[in-house]
């Protein structure tokens, strides 16, 4: 099995940067995605970005021209870099590894515990 490890959360104030880690080991497919979701109370669930083993990035909205993603695919390891970071980006973040299914798409089959990030001052 698959375990992801995610490091990097804390505490912020608005303007300012927090890096995220999440490093996964076990039986991992040579073809994934890996990504952070972030989610609040009452809400689902959101994608706030992803990376695949070819480097095709996705990115919310809400993130664009503030957040990196990036990875070492030797290390098997995704990385999130927050700038810029405001309060409605308070969430617990999950780090996420899937693979592409045919006529499904990507799916979310592992997940980290969680990191709680808290942009406030």
């Known amino acids: 099995q698959v375990q992801l490890v995610e490091s990097g959360g804390g505490l912020v104030q608005p303007g300012g940067s927090l890096s995220l880690s999440c490093a996964a080991s076990?039986?991992?497919?040579?073809?994934?995605?890996m990504g952070w979701y972030r989610q609040v109370p009452g809400k689902q669930r959101e994608l706030v970005a992803s990376i695949t083993t070819a480097g095709t990035t996705t990115y919310v909205d809400a993130v664009k021209g503030r957040f990196t993603v990036s990875r070492d695919n030797a290390k098997n390891t995704v990385y999130l870099q927050m700038n810029s970071l405001k309060p409605e980006d308070t969430a617990v973040y999950y780090c996420?590894?899937?693979?592409?299914?045919?006529?499904?798409?990507?799916?979310?089959?592992?997940w980290g515990q969680g990191t709680q990030v808290t942009v406030s001052s």
């Open positions: 996420s590894l899937g693979t592409y299914k045919y006529n499904i798409g990507w799916s979310n089959d592992y």
């Open positions: 076990g039986s991992i497919f040579s073809r994934n995605r």
